[in-house]
């Protein structure tokens, strides 16, 4: 922003959908929050946080993204959506989510950049959500990194409304690297994982149940120095849906329902039992590795193979934290675990939120073992 103003008070030059959204007092304070000059002078050198996008705004420090300010959810659009000129629900089509963890690069510093798209999904044969996302999809890319790595990062934002980016695998000050960024706007910053594992990384912009609930996260898999066992590996991020009535056949996430915990659906990797459809196949004998992160928003993940047990789960860093022979182990939201199985018997075997009633909504799949 390049204005000074009172976070809550009316801009005095705007038009359109952005002067709707920025009357909204909540959705003011938040944009209000995002001009970060101020808050990278007081932070000191101490992280990498840059902002490319020249803002010149004078407002006192404030950070909306990572408080628990409930005046900020009282004026918060109730569902979301996706401005601008959008396909036709109809037109959206159906995807299924490579789970596959994607190689590790062997570079030492690994470049990501992210655009914040405000866009339809279509998640299941009969529904098309607004979804708000990173890189047009939900969950957003997998990433893959080795501990002590180099991360460096840079956020668009091509949306409507600010947004932000909480790595779990990062060890920064929030209130500069997580920081909101304007629609039009660009944030760097770069972090060294310090911890091996599967994390969840997620928009943290107030409130965070909203940005969060509306699909706008991902997984981040970070290797420990020393590999572990081959395997094939697979990436399972849960997720909760609540939605209202469609708006020309396009659902919007709901925060009422978001605050009520009731959720209409579950998925792993963004699609309700899209592995029921079109099971993820593995080689008889070889061993099996699932990196289940948990966006949550809200509910925990019974992870559990029927007809299987884990040799090997670790709660944390792996190799350390290991525990052996487990049925089923939760994830909690907002956490990550790598859960080791050796198919050793042909067939099909069904993985599962074994919280049934969550698993029956969609956080269900099949593995096949091939014989
Ligand atoms: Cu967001």
Known sequence: MNETRVPGSRPAVDSGRRRFLI???????????????????????????????????????????????????????????????????AAVPFHRIDPTLPPVSRERVTRLHFTVKETPIRVRDDTVVAAWTFDGDIPGPIVHVRQGDRVEFTLTNAGSIPHSMDFHAAQLDPKVAFRSVMPGQSISYSFAPRYAGAFLYHCGTAPVLMHLGSGMFGAIVVDPPTPLPRAKEVVLVESEFYLGAPVNGIAPFDYTKMLATLPDLFAFNGRPAQYQAAPIHVTHGELVRFHVVNAGPTHPCAFHVVGEQFDTVYLGAPPGSAIHGVQTYSVPAGGGMIFEMRADHPGEFVFVNHAFGHGQKGAIGTLVVDG
């Open 23 to 89: 009357e909204i007092p909540a959705l003011a304070a938040a944009m209000a929050a995002c001009g970060p000059t101020e808050v990278a002078k007081r932070t000191g050198a101490t992280d990498t946080a840059t902002t490319p996008a020249a803002e010149t705004t004078t407002q006192p420090t404030q950070n909306a993204d990572s408080r628990s300010d409930t005046s900020l959810h009282r004026a918060m659009p109730a569902t979301s959506s996706v401005p601008g000129a959008s396909p036709a629900a």
